[in-house]
């Protein structure tokens, strides 16, 4: 799908993991699917408790605005197949991840444009507390049954707070989604008194830590939500590179 030039958005511009996950790669993890694309991408909000209203807004239109830049259609225009696949989640209560949008192609303005009017419309699902452990199982599980192949494929989490109260612990949950293939990346939401669980200036470190693996894993920050559109903009960059 190939259709209208992006633009950005509004004023913005801004199930646990089983054994059976633990194959050699995404690829093959998604070896039944015939349509190829060159990354799995699942983005993966912070939809806990500590998120109200407002910032909860500042994410979801963030987010869209950022896969509708030019930008990043650029991008995924000069990849082999010209075309990604993305799937956006959120997580917060344990074992509780949820898949908000599924797995969608996009090869152009149009299809991009599509997805980000259907994030922005998507209901809030509930959520509490900080289950990045089980959100990164979902995200794997998400992975593994995609419509689509891929060479690559990456977990893109955004958090406020560190793994809490997780079924399995986060750095369990990103050793076992490594082993299969997959990179998880991190942006940290470093406001002062967003993080009611550690100092702000901690919560890099912790995703370092504990979150991120793979070849290439980074960590980036955010000093805030105003700020988050700019952050995962310049994270989808770079994971298209």
């Not at 891929?150 to 955004?158: C, S, V, W």
């Amino acid at each position: 799908m190939k259709i209208s030039t992006g633009i950005p958005r509004r004023a913005f511009g801004a199930g646990l993991l089983g054994a059976g996950l633990l194959g050699p790669g995404p690829a093959r993890l998604a070896r039944a699917q015939s349509v190829e694309v060159d990354l799995l991408l699942v983005l993966l909000n912070d939809g806990s408790g500590s998120i109200d209203a407002d910032e909860y807004a500042l994410q979801r239109e963030g987010t869209a605005a950022a896969v509708e830049r030019p930008e990043i259609l650029q991008a995924i225009a000069r990849l082999p197949t010209r075309s990604i696949a993305l799937a956006y989640g959120e997580w917060g209560s344990p074992g509780a991840a949820a898949l908000i949008l599924p797995w969608t192609r996009i090869s152009g303005p149009q299809a991009a444009a599509e997805f980000a009017d259907r994030l922005v419309d998507a209901p809030r699902p509930p959520q509490t507390w900080n289950a990045i452990g089980d959100a990164l199982a979902a995200a794997t599980d998400w992975i593994a049954a995609a419509p689509f192949r891929a060479p690559r494929a990456t977990i893109d989490l955004a958090g406020d707070g560190p793994d809490m109260r997780s079924a399995v612990p986060a750095p369990v949950a990103r050793d076992r989604a490594v082993a299969a293939g997959i990179t998880i990346n991190a942006l940290a939401i470093q406001a002062e008194g967003s993080t009611p669980f550690m100092g702000a200036r901690n919560l890099r470190a912790h995703y370092e830590d504990n979150v991120i693996g793979g070849p290439g894993a980074f960590v980036m920050t955010a000093r805030d939500r105003v700020d988050f559109a700019h952050a995962i903009f310049n994270k989808l960059v770079r994971e298209l590179a």
